[in-house]
């Protein structure tokens, strides 16, 4: 084009500009779209051989804008954007352009810088050089920013609904993901626009704020620090330029949350958006705190200054959020850690000001600013603690506890000491609810194996205790909940009750009542394992007996601990829940964890065996007595020589005594069985009489007479009949009514209980024996009887023969024969017939203790080979012991017993040894 040409196209130009651009932009599209290509072939030449080319742009946009034809606008608006982008004037001009048909035009532009965005600015992203690049960022930008111009502007854009604003958006983010440009004003730019586009309707959807927050938030914060700026851009010159590019974007950030609070005024949107913020609030880097906490505090300031509403909202985040700004207190960086405590104050108030309790607002505000104002001593740190429990709800407490706990972890000294000692206030105060337990003890229990410095362990540790005391039921049931308590961290919190001596007594209470929570087979599915709260509780309690901290506190509660392990063996038999119970080797350690039964036996084992009853968990071992435990068969025999070692070793007879009477009250059939077994047994010891009243044991035994159990009736009768419920009972008609009444319990002889009275008659066979001895022939008499209808019931093979010498027997050479007979009819039951005789050497009836040393006479006579392989070494010892006693006997008969076989004792000791 010449210059004639050129100053003729001004000339038409101004003539436009004067006033004819909205006749143009109405006359038929033909002529529209002539003139709109003259303009474009004008406007395509390059910048210094058109003048006033701004003018051109202008009357570009005027037509457009007064179009009456869509697709003229669409084509011409397209052209428009191909055009050059490399000049900076006329990246201004064409969008200018833009901006002025976009104020008749609005949905088409939107339209199409949307997809300029999302496609050639994607394209040439990958394509086009860098320069070219920046070119139409910068192109895109400006049509952004002036497109957002006009909309602030127009007062009726409100009544459109814009579609396509996170797309628009999403582009604009791309853009700020690029590597840093704070050397332009790319950045802010970018997010005034965002700010302006999101007061449009619709408002943005929760997902698409979230990614402009984590966007924005990252280009500000990752820039390196402030007086690093000038170092990262040389080129720029001098750095009050960076300072004020960076300035100018930070301000930019701040309306930018500002103007999401903005869109919704409320505690929910207020902590919607500082849950952005918490990840920088945990960086590492120093600056990256200080911008994340002053823009908390800018942000927490516009809020308290906008926020209104009275309408009490309690978003439980607000808890966390405080956690995190609170850990700020004691921060490396004075520039941190003062807004820190400025935002920990405002955070306070607003949660006063939203639970409505203006009334002691001031107050409250005081006491916070005194908080903020008074540095990082332990007491202003205790004033916040009770700050927080009485602001705070239970939920945002809650949250607050969770948030100290995970900081605990941290490679920060300064942090885990701060947060150990908040934590360890917070649980020694009234702080937790008994609703937040179970949430926070979880969290302690996934922190604790995190946790790396040792003051920060014994924190845990005194706080657990603190937490156990004021909550025993729930932090004990919670415990239970966790996994199995052999595992370490769970072991280390049961360990750490125990620091506490009540404390310890009040859980292992708790532990072994409930193993009474045994619900019955209907509820009991047997197709897959039931994690019954009984097999909890036992598991733990069979951890707690190994574990030196509770040995002190087993040792006070072996009454219910014993109680309870005995009656949960005998429901866990009556369950059938005895998988893998045989198949054990006490001699052979296993990984394998142990099924229900097997874990309560060797919990009953474990008992004495641990406390310094030793000797009774040895009686009954060298007796095989454990093994009568693993049948439900021969269970209560089991328990009766339990029992019977106990009287014997004045093994806790006392306590047990006073369980087994509460135990013998119970609805509970099982419990009154192993109540009753253990009272009949201990009736019999001389020691009782100093633990019981003999009224109340009388009336006590009387009510098991009327129990709907069989066992229960006959062991209460036995208990009545015992020397302490009948003084006189030298008497021999006590003595021949209670072994003919034995002799009809055992004639009963049920099918359903054939084995137990075989297992009660075995057990009665020695004492027999011995009274037919008695220096009453009445009751003689009835011991033959009785004796007779044992060996019936336990189908021995000379029954003619023993009735004859039974009959009419004489002298020494029947008492021989009887002694034959019940000796071989039981074979490989020496050792434990020699065993029960010995109790009689002690015995206050000289016939019978003379019965008794002919008995063990006999034995040792006939049957020592026997002895000797059978026999352990406790079993001689515990002979020893009772021959010894005899040497001292004022009896002279009793002294040459001893001497004719003490000699025999010897040597059975040292074979068997």
């Known amino acids: 084009m010449s210059a004639t040409e050129q100053d003729l196209a001004l000339g038409i130009i101004c003539h436009y500009l004067e006033g004819y651009s909205q006749h143009l932009g109405q006359e038929n599209a033909m002529d529209t779209d002539i003139s709109m290509q003259k303009l474009l072939e004008s406007l395509s030449l390059a910048p210094e051989q058109v003048k006033k080319k701004t003018l051109l742009f202008r009357l570009f946009g005027l037509i457009l804008r007064e179009c009456t034809s869509v697709a003229l606008v669409k084509s011409h608006l397209a052209r428009l954007l191909e055009l050059s982008h490399q000049d900076s004037s006329q990246r201004e001009d064409i969008a200018l352009a833009v901006g002025l048909t976009s104020t008749m035009h609005?949905?088409?532009?939107?339209?199409?810088?949307?997809?300029?965005?999302?496609?050639?600015?994607?394209?040439?992203?990958k394509l086009s050089p860098e320069g070219q690049d920046d070119v139409l960022k910068a192109s895109f930008l400006s049509a952004a920013v002036l497109l957002t111009r006009v909309l602030r502007y127009d007062y009726g854009v409100q009544k459109y609904k814009y579609t396509q604003i996170p797309e628009f958006i999403q582009c604009l983010l791309c853009i700020l993901q690029e590597p840093n440009f704070l050397a332009t004003l790319f950045r802010q730019k970018i997010i005034l626009v965002i700010v302006g586009l999101s007061n449009l309707r619709p408002s943005l959807q929760p997902w698409v704020k979230s990614k402009v927050l984590e966007v924005c938030l990252r280009s500000v914060y990752v820039l390196p620090p402030t007086e690093e700026l000038p170092s990262n851009w040389p080129s720029l010159d001098p750095s009050p330029v960076i300072d004020m590019l960076y300035r100018k974007t930070v301000r930019a950030l701040d309306l930018l949350l500002q103007s999401f609070f903005s869109e919704n005024p409320s505690m929910d949107?207020?902590?919607?958006?500082?849950?952005?913020?918490?990840?920088?609030?945990?960086?590492?880097?120093?600056?990256?705190?200080?911008?994340?906490?002053?823009?908390?505090?800018?942000?927490?300031?516009?809020?308290?200054?906008?926020?209104?509403?009275?309408?009490?909202?309690?978003?439980?985040?607000?808890?966390?959020?405080?956690?995190?700004?609170?850990?700020?207190?004691?921060?490396?960086?004075?520039?941190?850690?003062?807004?820190?405590?400025?935002?920990?104050?405002?955070?306070?108030?607003?949660?006063?000001?939203?639970?409505?309790?203006?009334?002691?607002?001031?107050?409250?505000?005081?006491?916070?600013?005194?908080?903020?104002?008074?540095?990082?001593?332990?007491?202003?740190?205790?004033?916040?603690?009770?700050?927080?429990?009485?602001?705070?709800?239970?939920?945002?407490?809650?949250?607050?506890?969770?948030?100290?706990?995970?900081?605990?972890?941290?490679?920060?000294?300064?942090?885990?000491?701060?947060?150990?000692?908040?934590?360890?206030?917070?649980?020694?105060?009234?702080?937790?609810?008994?609703?937040?337990?179970?949430?926070?003890?979880?969290?302690?229990?996934?922190?604790?194996?995190s946790i790396h410095f040792k003051k920060a362990q014994e924190a845990m540790m005194k706080a657990m205790m603190a937490l156990g005391t004021q909550h025993t039921l729930e932090v004990t049931e919670v415990l239970l909940s966790l996994c199995h308590p052999s595992e370490r961290q769970t072991l280390t919190l049961w360990m750490a009750l125990a620091a506490n001596c009540q404390l310890a007594?009040?859980?292992?209470?708790?532990?072994?009542?409930?193993?009474?929570?045994?619900?019955?087979?209907?509820?009991?599915?047997?197709?897959?394992?039931?994690?019954?709260?009984?097999?909890?509780?036992?598991?733990?309690?069979?951890?707690l007996l190994y574990t030196q901290e509770y040995r002190t506190t087993v040792r006070w509660a072996f009454a219910g601990i014993l109680l309870g392990l005995l009656t949960q063996l005998h429901y866990l038999l009556e369950m059938d829940m005895v998988e893998g119970?045989?198949?054990?080797?006490?001699?052979?350690?296993?990984?394998?964890?142990?099924?229900?039964?097997?874990?309560?036996?060797?919990?009953?084992?474990?008992?004495?065996?641990?406390?310094?009853?030793?000797?009774?968990?040895?009686?009954?071992?060298?007796?095989?007595?454990?093994?009568?435990?693993?049948?439900?068969?021969?269970?209560?025999?089991?328990?009766?020589?339990?029992?019977?070692?106990?009287?014997?070793?004045?093994?806790?007879?006392?306590?047990?005594?006073?369980?087994?009477?509460?135990?013998l009250k119970s609805t509970e059939t099982r419990d009154n069985i192993m109540a009753i077994l253990i009272i009949a047994e201990f009736l019999n010891s001389p020691e009782v009489s100093k633990h019981v009243d003999q009224r109340a044991m009388n009336s006590l035994l009387s009510l098991g007479l009327n129990s709907p159990n069989w066992l229960v009736r006959a062991m209460s009768?036995?208990?009545?009949?015992?020397?302490?419920?009948?003084?006189?009972?030298?008497?021999?008609?006590?003595?021949?009514?209670?072994?003919?009444?034995?002799?009809?319990?055992?004639?009963?002889?049920?099918?359903?209980?054939?084995?137990?009275?075989?297992?009660?008659?075995?057990?009665?066979?020695?004492?027999?024996?011995?009274?037919?001895?008695?220096?009453?022939?009445?009751?003689?008499?009835?011991?033959?009887?009785?004796?007779?209808?044992?060996?019936?019931?336990?189908?021995?093979?000379?029954?003619?023969?023993?009735?004859?010498?039974?009959?009419?027997?004489?002298?020494?050479?029947?008492?021989?024969?009887i002694f034959m007979y019940m000796v071989e009819s039981n074979f490989g039951?020496?050792?434990?017939?020699?065993?029960?005789?010995?109790?009689?050497?002690?015995?206050?009836?000289?016939?019978?203790k003379l019965a008794a040393m002919k008995f063990i006479g006999g034995m040792l006579q006939e049957y020592f080979l026997d002895l000797c392989l059978r026999l352990k070494k406790s079993d001689t010892k515990t002979l020893k012991k009772y021959f010894d006693a005899l040497q001292e006997d004022p009896d002279d008969l009793c002294r040459r017993f001893y001497l004719s076989f003490s000699g025999d004792i010897m040597e059975l000791s040292h074979y068997v040894a």
């Open 106 to 125: 609005l949905e088409e532009v939107w339209t199409l810088l949307e997809h300029m965005g999302s496609t050639w600015f994607l394209r040439w992203r």
């Open 269 to 449: 949107e207020a902590c919607f958006l500082l849950q952005h913020l918490e990840h920088w609030l945990q960086s590492d880097k120093s600056h990256e705190r200080q911008r994340a906490v002053r823009s908390i505090l800018l942000l927490l300031k516009y809020v308290v200054d906008t926020l209104n509403s009275t309408e009490e909202a309690m978003p439980s985040a607000l808890g966390r959020q405080l956690g995190l700004l609170t850990l700020l207190w004691w921060d490396r960086d004075a520039e941190t850690q003062s807004p820190a405590h400025q935002c920990v104050y405002l955070l306070l108030q607003l949660s006063v000001q939203q639970k409505g309790r203006m009334t002691g607002l001031y107050q409250s505000k005081a006491k916070c600013f005194k908080v903020r104002t008074s540095g990082k001593g332990e007491a202003e740190l205790q004033h916040l603690v009770k700050a927080f429990d009485k602001v705070l709800s239970v939920a945002q407490h809650t949250q607050l506890v969770l948030t100290l706990l995970h900081s605990l972890r941290c490679c920060s000294l300064l942090q885990s000491r701060l947060a150990s000692k908040l934590l360890l206030w917070i649980f020694q105060g009234p702080g937790i609810k008994l609703e937040q337990v179970a949430e926070v003890l979880h969290g302690l229990f996934q922190e604790l194996p």
């Open 505 to 543: 007594r009040k859980v292992m209470t708790l532990l072994y009542m409930k193993l009474k929570l045994r619900p019955t087979g209907e509820v009991i599915q047997p197709t897959h394992q039931v994690q019954l709260i009984s097999l909890l509780a036992l598991d733990t309690i069979y951890e």
């Open 581 to 663: 119970f045989l198949d054990y080797q006490e001699d052979i350690l296993d990984s394998k964890p142990l099924g229900p039964c097997r874990t309560c036996l060797e919990a009953l084992k474990g008992l004495f065996w641990t406390t310094q009853y030793w000797e009774v968990f040895a009686h009954v071992k060298l007796l095989r007595g454990w093994e009568l435990f693993e049948h439900l068969e021969t269970y209560t025999e089991g328990v009766t020589l339990l029992a019977r070692a106990m009287a014997l070793y004045d093994c806790e007879v006392k306590a047990v005594l006073g369980q087994a009477i509460i135990s």
């Open 717 to 817: 009768l036995k208990g009545l009949s015992s020397t302490l419920m009948n003084p006189k009972k030298e008497r021999a008609e006590v003595r021949g009514n209670a072994i003919f009444l034995f002799g009809d319990v055992i004639h009963s002889r049920g099918r359903k209980f054939q084995q137990l009275l075989k297992n009660l008659a075995f057990q009665a066979l020695v004492p027999l024996l011995v009274h037919l001895a008695d220096s009453c022939q009445e009751v003689v008499m009835r011991t033959k009887f009785t004796f007779f209808r044992c060996a019936i019931l336990l189908k021995w093979e000379f029954q003619k023969e023993l009735f004859s010498k039974l009959t009419w027997g004489q002298g020494l050479g029947a008492e021989y024969n």
């Open 829 to 848: 039951s020496h050792h434990q017939f020699l065993m029960q005789a010995l109790t009689y050497l002690r015995s206050r009836h000289r016939n019978l």
